[in-house]
């Protein structure tokens, strides 16, 4: 079964307000985790990564916060705006030369 | 222009038919793999290549094979052995099974 999961299949967010994205992991092996968006007919694009010695990171607009104690991770949108509708999957990797693995995403909505 | 490029954008395949997804990296990445993505579903990894001349079967292998001749090129044969084909196929690559992984624009397949 999948190790990786999300807690909501779907997001509506209205435009200038902060989402939230959740992710679950179920293999406390894992060391890394990487948060990808994609666009309807496109190929995922790689936003923002985190490993398991920190517990936040900040990119432009975006920031992962990974919290190991209950294996959840999320991704927070400041200002979301209408280019940010998208699906958007957290993927985790365990040490060693195994592939990643993909929750099955999030559909976020932006509201204009 | 650095990237990822899958070919064709559309293909359709008959009864029977065998077809071949192309896959091309030009980021001297050494690492690249195959997803399968149905309708509102996360990805499914289909083969891997960690290095020339090797790969592994990923979640959902059967019905398909691949190669990997060139380090640039990791080209996907959908056989006739697989019943249900009907998906977006996304390519990708990575400098190792540690590093990001970057994606192509995908490959839709259909059923005639």
């Known amino acids: 079964g999948e190790s990786v999961g999300l807690h909501l299949p779907t997001l509506s967010v209205q435009e200038g307000d902060n989402s939230i994205i959740n992710c679950a992991y179920s293999?406390?092996?894992?060391?890394?985790f990487i948060w990808y968006k994609q666009e309807s007919g496109k190929g995922p694009q790689f936003i923002i990564d985190?490993?398991?010695?920190?517990d936040k990171r900040q990119g432009q607009r975006v920031t992962v916060l990974l919290n190991k104690t209950v294996k959840h991770l999320s991704l927070q949108i400041a200002a979301t705006q209408p280019g940010d509708s998208a699906v958007y999957f957290c993927?985790?990797?365990?040490?060693?030369?195994?592939?990643?693995?993909f929750g099955k995403g999030t559909r976020l909505s932006v509201i204009a | 222009d650095g990237g990822i490029t899958q070919s064709p954008k559309y293909l359709f395949r008959k009864e029977g038919q065998n077809v071949t997804l192309s896959c091309e990296q030009n980021?001297?990445?050494?690492?690249m793999y195959w997803y399968r993505q149905d309708p509102g579903q996360g990805l499914r990894l289909i083969y891997y290549?960690?290095?020339?001349?090797?790969?592994q079967k990923g979640d959902i292998a059967e019905g398909y094979s691949v190669s990997r001749e060139k380090k640039e090129s990791f080209p996907l044969t959908v056989t006739s052995a697989q019943k249900n084909p009907t998906a977006f196929y996304l390519c990708?690559?990575?400098?190792?099974?540690?590093?990001?992984?970057?994606f192509g624009a995908g490959t839709r397949l259909s059923v005639l």
């Open positions: 990708a690559s990575s400098m190792s099974p540690k590093n990001i992984q970057y």
């Open positions: 293999n406390s092996a894992s060391d890394y």
């Open positions: 985190i490993r398991s010695n920190m």
């Open positions: 993927a985790e990797k365990v040490p060693g030369n195994t592939p990643l693995v």
């Open positions: 980021l001297n990445h050494d690492a």
């Open positions: 290549s960690q290095i020339v001349n090797d790969f």
